[in-house]
Each structure stands twice: as structure tokens, then as C-alpha cells.
């Protein structure tokens, strides 16, 4: 089976409609067709700020949601990604072939210093797509299921792979990004030119996974639309209704132009109105199981603690041949 690894930061006390559309759907799905790695990236969460006892709360949280969300730690292997030290390990030689141009091209970090000020920018947030590529690479990963936003960093990991490959003998595999047609970037719900995020100056643009599922209905039902009455999927000229249209779609099973004939003659309250029952319908158990993870924590703490063992084998390997290959002494 080939192989897939993702990762998805707890940076947030939920996951919302974005990354479950952009990224987590494909996880599960993957998961009958590949041998599937699935992390909890908590070193990328310490780039921009953080408080160590929120971290810890949200890394468990993380994890009970992909649970929830149907991620089998009997099929796949879920981690954390700072219980594998060959990550930050493999990081820093892949950071020593990484061109300080080259990074600094990296559109993500150029908006991110951006808001944060140049001077106060960590050099962690600077060198983030770097130990994003060694996750990936250190598994051998075939494909890489992630949204549209993480294209350039699956660029830049392919590049480092290829790089090293040529430099010091066939080591790594060249990922793929495995990115969705319809759902690669889900909008924000009151600013529908750009995505959801977390870090969105909107609460109201996001729909989270374990809110309260009337307060989601409620998010949806007061989405921003756009002018003109007709519900069409026209991303360029309805970027609201459109991305209201490929939410519905992608979580009721139903493509969008039958959604387009079935609310032929509707207005966008019906349509969003209906949508929010889906959605609620949608999140409602995510967030029950969710909790029923939670609420026993020694059980979630031992999945992890299996999963980051079998990583660890995994990752120890590709370690020490890459140890081997640049050059490093054996420790006797
Ligand atoms: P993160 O934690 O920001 O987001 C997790 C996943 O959700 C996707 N996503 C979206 N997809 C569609 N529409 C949106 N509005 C939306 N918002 C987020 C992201 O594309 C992502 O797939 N750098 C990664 C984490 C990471 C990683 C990795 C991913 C670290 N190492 C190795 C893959 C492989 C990130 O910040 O994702």
C-alpha cells in the first residue's frame, strides 16, 4: 500500500469546516487505500506565540477530534509529532540544503511575518515548511492530503527531496500532493474572498467542529452572500453562495448542480436555512465523540503512545541511513 502522512496543528480549541473539507476528509478516506500516518504537528504550534498549558490541552483535543472524526488507530498510526525527535532531527539537515532565498519565498511566512512585524517573526516560523519536509520525507510518504494553502510547502519538500537524492544517493521518496478539487479552500463565511482560518479576524466566518451545533446553523444562516438572487456555483462573481454551495455539496453527498435545480426559485435564506441543519447535523456527533475521547484520557494517552512508537521505528530508520549519508560519524 502506498504510503500517506499528514499533519495538522493544534492551534485552535477546534478544528473547523476548512480543515475537515480541505484535509481531514481525505485522512479518512485514505485510510482504506493506503498505509496512513497522521500527526499532531505541536512543534509547528510553537512558532508564533503560545501558552505551554493551553498547548498541551488543545495537542489532546487534536487528536480526539481526528478520532472523532474517524481516524482507526487500528489502521493508521496517530502521533504527536515532539514524542518522534527525528523530526526536529531531520530538520536540520534538511535546513542546511534549504536556500535562505528559497525559504524566504515562502508565501505563508512572508504573510505571517508580515502581520506580525518582521523583527518579531521567529526564525521558527521562518524554517516551518523546512520540518514540514522532514515529516513527510522522514516516512517516505507517496502522497500528502492537505488544502490548497499548503501547495508551495509540498513544493518546496519535493524540491529538498529531489535535492538530496541527488546530492547523496537515492534516500527519499518525491511526495505528492494530494490536494481536493472541490473543497481545496474553503472561504470564510463573512469575508468569502478568503479562507477559513483560524486566525480569522471574523469568529463569525468560521464553522468549528466542536461548537455548539446551533451556534454553527446560526454562523451559516447569517453568511455574507452575494448580490442578485439566483443560487449558481460561480466562484469568481458568487464567492459566497459558491462556497456555500461546495460546503453543502461536499457534506450532504450531492453534487452541486443538483443543489443548483433543487433551490432553482429559492432565495439564499432557504438554502442557507437548509445548509445549517446539515452542518449541525454534521458536527453534532464530531462533537460528542469528541468529548467520550476526552473524557478518558489515559485511553487517548495510550493510543499516542502506540502510535508514536510504531512512528519512532519508522522515522529512526530513515534517520540514521540519512546520518550515514551525509557523512556523520557512528556513535560506537
Ligand atoms: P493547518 O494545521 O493550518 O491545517 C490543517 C489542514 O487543513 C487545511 N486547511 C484548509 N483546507 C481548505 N480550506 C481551508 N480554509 C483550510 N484551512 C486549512 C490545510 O491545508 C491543512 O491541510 N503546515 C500544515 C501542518 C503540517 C503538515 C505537515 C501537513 C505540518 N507538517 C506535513 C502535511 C504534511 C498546517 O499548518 O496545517
Excluded at 472524526?69 to 518522534?84: A, C, M, N, W
Excluded at 535562505?100 to 505563508?108: D, I, L, P
Excluded at 476526552?294 to 495510550?302: C, S, T
Amino acid at each position: 500500500r502506498p504510503r500517506v502522512f499528514s499533519g495538522i496543528q493544534p492551534t485552535a480549541d477546534s478544528f473547523h469546516l476548512g480543515n475537515y473539507l480541505g484535509a481531514l476528509r481525505s485522512w479518512v478516506r485514505m485510510q482504506d487505500t493506503h498505509d496512513c500516518l497522521y500527526c499532531v504537528v505541536d512543534l509547528h504550534a510553537i512558532t508564533a506565540g503560545h501558552e505551554p498549558k493551553v498547548l498541551r490541552q488543545r495537542t489532546r483535543v487534536a487528536a480526539a477530534q481526528l478520532l472523532a472524526i474517524g481516524i482507526d488507530p487500528e489502521r493508521s498510526t496517530l502521533f504527536v509529532q515532539s514524542h518522534v525527535p527525528a523530526h526536529a532531527e531531520l530538520a536540520w539537515v534538511l535546513g542546511c540544503i534549504t536556500g535562505f532565498g528559497e525559504a524566504s519565498r515562502m508565501t505563508q511566512f512572508k504573510d505571517k511575518a508580515a502581520r506580525q512585524g518582521a523583527e518579531r517573526a521567529s526564525v521558527g516560523l521562518f524554517t516551518y515548511p523546512v520540518l514540514m519536509a522532514a515529516d513527510i520525507l522522514l516516512y517516505r510518504a507517496a502522497a500528502v492530503p492537505v488544502g490548497e494553502d499548503q501547495r508551495q510547502h509540498l513544493e518546496l519538500s519535493r524540491d529538498l527531496a529531489q535535492r538530496f537524492n541527488r546530492d547523496f544517493g537515492k534516500t527519499f521518496v518525491v511526495p505528492e500532493a494530494y490536494i481536493p478539487t472541490d473543497t481545496a479552500k474553503i472561504t470564510d463565511l463573512q469575508d468569502p474572498t478568503s479562507k477559513m482560518s483560524k486566525s480569522s479576524s471574523t469568529p463569525n466566518g468560521i464553522v468549528e467542529l466542536l461548537d455548539e451545533p446551533n451556534r454553527s446553523a446560526k454562523r451559516i444562516r447569517s453568511a455574507v452572500t452575494d448580490t442578485g438572487r439566483e443560487i449558481v456555483y460561480d466562484p469568481e462573481h458568487k464567492p459566497g453562495i459558491s462556497n456555500l454551495l461546495s460546503i453543502y455539496s461536499a457534506l450532504a453527498g450531492e453534487s452541486v448542480a443538483e443543489l443548483e435545480q433543487r433551490y432553482e426559485g429559492h432565495g439564499y435564506g432557504d438554502l442557507k436555512k437548509d445548509l445549517g441543519q446539515v452542518v449541525a447535523d454534521f458536527t453534532a456527533p464530531i462533537r460528542e465523540r469528541t468529548q467520550a475521547y476526552l473524557d478518558d484520557p489515559a485511553g487517548l494517552d495510550k493510543i499516542l503512545a502506540v502510535g508514536a512508537e510504531k512512528a519512532r521505528a519508522l522515522a529512526d530508520a530513515t534517520l540514521r541511513q540519512v546520518y550515514d549519508r551525509v557523512g556523520f560519524l557512528p556513535a560506537a
